[in-house]
């Protein structure tokens, strides 16, 4: 997005007219069906963080996980750390704001946030507009608490004492609290702090959580990842070119005949016999032999690993992972599953990631479910 001055700040329920051309647009949308949780993890990039995000919140969410959407909002993303939030969105109301023909190409924050700066990204935002209260709790600029209530069960300072409360919870202090009326903010209000935000973190430049927002952001990761291993593939070609021009620049001197008597001598001494072929390569080779291959065992090559093999699970209810313990020798985890066949094909999605997993023991527990343990090791696939 462009400077801060080119930004257009609309309220969902403005009387005036949309935009005719909404070019860095931003519509204020009053999200009931939402809330917000904190992370921080030691890696970066939308899909992976994605992953990691359903593992944690599939067991809460159940049977209803295929109804929720996870976006995460990244206001730090370095190459081995990122933190945010993620949005949980449930009812499809984003998919309501683009069926609605006005606002469809309008980049889409949750009303609240506009309001960022006026607590400077560190407290708590209270957003009545008339029919509904939202309270969000910001931490580092990041949505930590997001709650609406109805203004006819509710009212400002019983939802603004609420959340004062869980973040006294937190062991936290919120000192600075705003308290807005968005009908009686004018455009230039929305306007002022709208820029003042975007000024104060730049991330929330990027936020945006209409379906073309996400969809965009997934794709830009996609394409960064494959120019990078594209780059990657011509640097490596280039260096084997090389090593290989050099390789038979040396073969012809008499530098390398020389080298070549001593590499046979010394392969003889080390090993107690002559080298069939080239003393390097054979060198080579007997230490794969004895070494073994290696395997990633480090947190993100493990996290990598399961997730690709929750995936051929798809939506399925039938079995759900409630508790994960990484170690860099064996990582354990604990479920429950409908059926043992749905452990079975678990070990053997695992299996297929290149883990060795061993059971520890299967109990029958209420509702019919079985509790299961598994405690898994890379292999040498």
């Known amino acids: 997005m462009k400077n801060n001055q080119s930004h257009k700040f609309v309220l969902f329920d403005d009387s005036h007219e949309a935009l005719a051309q909404p070019e860095n647009a931003v519509l204020l949308y009053p999200f009931r069906n939402m809330t917000a949780h904190a992370f921080t993890f030691p890696f970066s990039g939308i899909s992976r963080v994605r992953d990691a995000l359903m593992i944690q919140f599939r067991p809460l969410l159940g049977e209803g996980s295929g109804g929720v959407s996870l976006v995460p909002f990244f206001v730090k993303s370095e190459r081995k750390l990122s933190s945010g939030c993620v949005f949980t969105l449930f009812g499809g109301e984003t998919e309501e704001i683009g069926e609605s023909g006005r606002y469809g190409n309008y980049t889409v924050w949750p009303a609240p946030l506009v309001a ?15 029919d509904f209260i939202t309270t969000v709790w910001l931490d580092g600029w990041a949505p930590a ?3 609406t209530a109805s203004a006819q069960d509710s009212d400002v300072q019983a939802e603004k004492g609420e959340a004062l409360a869980y973040v006294a919870s937190c062991g936290r202090d919120a000192q600075n609290v705003f308290v807005a009326d968005a009908k009686a903010l004018s455009r230039l209000d929305v306007q002022r702090m709208g820029g003042a935000s975007i000024a104060g973190c730049p991330a929330y430049g990027l936020l945006d959580l209409s379906n073309r927002g996400t969809n965009l952001l997934e794709r830009r ?12 593939a011509a640097v490596a070609s280039a260096a084997v070119l090389l090593l290989l021009t050099l390789g038979v620049y040396l073969h012809d001197s008499r530098v390398l005949a020389a080298g070549r008597a ?3 001598a010394a392969y003889a001494a080390a090993f107690g016999e002559a080298s069939a072929g080239s003393p390097l390569s054979s060198a080579v080779a007997k230490l794969r032999a004895v070494g ?12 990598r690993g399961i997730s690709s093999a929750w995936e051929n699970f798809s939506a399925s209810d039938d079995i759900s992972i409630e508790i994960l313990r990484y170690g860099a020798d064996n990582t354990d985890l604990t479920g429950k599953a409908k059926s043992n066949e749905s452990i079975q094909r678990l070990r053997s999605f695992l299996e297929d990631e290149g883990f ?3 059971r520890d023991n299967i109990q029958q527990i209420p509702g019919g479910y079985l509790r299961f343990n598994l405690t898994i090791s890379r292999g040498g696939k």
């Open 356 to 358: 060795v997993p061993a």
């Open 116 to 130: 960022a700066a006026e607590v400077g990204g560190n407290g708590v935002i209270v957003w009545a507009d008339g």
């Open 145 to 147: 608490y997001y709650k």
């Open 221 to 232: 990761e996609k394409l960064v990842a494959s120019l990078t291993v594209a780059g990657r």
């Open 292 to 303: 073994g291959p290696e395997s990633d065992v480090s947190f993100n090559g493990v996290m």
């Open 262 to 264: 001593s590499s046979a």
